[in-house]
């Protein structure tokens, strides 16, 4: 038996499914699989899944981002935007244990900090001494 999808992500899986997918599927071909391509609708193999991060992430932001950096990229900008759900990162990921996303991909506390830093340097700089 499989887990049960986050009732925060069930609309966006249900509109895959009922929409976008049966496009992707074409009449002719029913594969089972859950993710297809857009070019022919087979199944997107783990490497196809690396290939179009790394391509989507260089066209839009000029750097080819691997997987991993992209789940901590995912992560982190839930937990610094999603509010009152705090536990999002782990329910993007499809984690149980928030412990585990905030050992190994959550960065916002640094980027959090980091932005501290950086609003009292400029505090500072525009002081003339």
């Not at 789940?71 to 412990?99: F, K």
Request: hydrophobic content about 35%.
């Amino acid at each position: 038996m499989s887990d049960p999808v986050h009732e925060m992500l069930a609309p966006f899986i249900d509109r895959y499914l009922s929409h976008y997918r049966p496009v992707l599927a074409r009449s002719d071909n029913k594969h089972p699989a859950l993710w297809l391509s857009t070019k022919d609708g087979t199944p997107i193999t783990a490497n196809h899944v690396t290939d179009l991060i790394n391509s989507a992430t260089l066209s839009t932001v000029g750097v080819a981002v691997s997987p991993h950096l992209f789940r901590t990229a995912v992560v982190s900008t839930a937990t610094i935007y999603g509010g009152e759900n705090p536990h999002l990162g782990s329910v993007l990921l499809h984690h149980a244990d928030p412990n585990l996303i905030n050992e190994h991909y959550n960065r916002a506390s640094s980027l959090t900090a980091a932005e501290n830093f950086r609003q009292i340097v400029r505090q500072y700089d525009r002081k003339s001494y």
